[in-house]
């Protein structure tokens, strides 16, 4: 039986010709019969693809044969299925766009990339490395979320920082409000889910005055692939697809609260005003709900 796989992915690279990228992009993909988002934007590439995991390597293969993409960071994970043409069920179509950022921190015009990425962004430390630094720093180290606040709701590091964000857009104007700067002369290790988003958020906290800021080379996935949860992470990781959240062990802790009765969950669920965006942490005996915005408004 064919495997369902996830492909995670993403490069920072100057691109002359985004739209032409596109075109590229979305023949390739329909053509391997694959299913995500890929983001594409003179900074770079950045997508999530699934379908069978032949097909996704091939796909790995011909980016890679184009010398600006060889580079490109590259991460797997299961997924749940395929359906009777091979598509993968954890995405209902595909999508291939050109934004200003690959990232939408709404700062396009502070980031700078040459064909060695990001400049200016954080020391990059691997999970051996994160271990050796924790090791050797303790209680200093700070760990900084560059998710929103509900992803961080079912998962995080031990004891981070969790900034009140809904939207990656909400960043700057976070990190300019004054309520980090103590920690701007100690060690800040800033992690996401695949990475690229610490790419930005550590170049965007350097120039604003952090002294010592590391990413978390490969992100969650990769710590969670070395240590599972046997190490600093503490409970699900939220995913952009349809199974929700992941787990890197049997024996995951459940960290989530449900904003209806405050059993532990990690399942998380739609807003059910259909103009509203936002998701909520809710287990499955409370089930969906309005969020608070929406229910003060009708009530």
């Not at 960043?171 to 988003?197: H, Q, W």
């Amino acid at each position: 039986m064919p495997l369902a796989k996830i492909l995670l992915f993403y490069v920072f690279t100057p691109l002359a010709d985004p739209d032409a990228i596109r075109l590229w992009q979305r023949d390739l993909a329909e053509s391997l019969g694959l299913r995500g988002r890929i983001l594409i934007s003179e900074h770079g590439l950045n997508g999530t693809l699934g379908g069978e995991m032949g097909a996704l390597k091939r796909y790995v293969r011909k980016i890679r044969d184009y010398a600006a993409f060889k580079p490109v960071d590259v991460k797997w994970s299961e997924g749940t299925g395929l359906d009777d043409d091979g598509r993968s069920l954890d995405f209902p179509r595909l999508s291939v766009k050109v934004r200003d950022e690959i990232v939408s921190f709404g700062a396009p015009g502070e980031l700078r990339v040459d064909g060695g990425g990001v400049v200016g962004g954080g020391t990059r430390l691997t999970p051996e490395a994160l271990h050796q630094l924790v090791a050797e720093r303790g209680d200093d180290v700070v760990f900084f979320d560059g998710r929103n606040a509900l992803e961080a709701a079912i998962g995080r590091f031990r004891d981070a920082v969790v900034p009140d964000v809904e939207t990656t857009r909400d960043f700057v104007a976070e990190l300019e409000s004054g309520k980090y700067d103590d920690l701007k002369g100690r060690p800040v290790v800033t992690y996401c889910t695949g990475g690229i988003r610490c790419e930005v958020l550590s170049s965007l906290m350097a120039s604003r005055g952090f002294g010592e800021v590391y990413q978390l080379e490969g992100g969650i996935v990769r710590y969670g692939e070395r240590y599972g949860d046997d190490g600093l992470w503490e409970g699900s990781l939220y995913v952009f697809d349809g199974r929700g959240s992941v787990d890197f062990s049997d024996h995951a802790a459940v960290i989530g609260v449900c904003e209806g009765c405050g059993s532990p969950t990690k399942q998380t669920v739609d807003c059910t005003d259909a103009a509203c965006r936002t998701q909520l942490v809710r287990c499955a005996s409370c089930g969906p709900a309005r969020c608070a915005r929406h229910a003060a408004s009708v009530a």
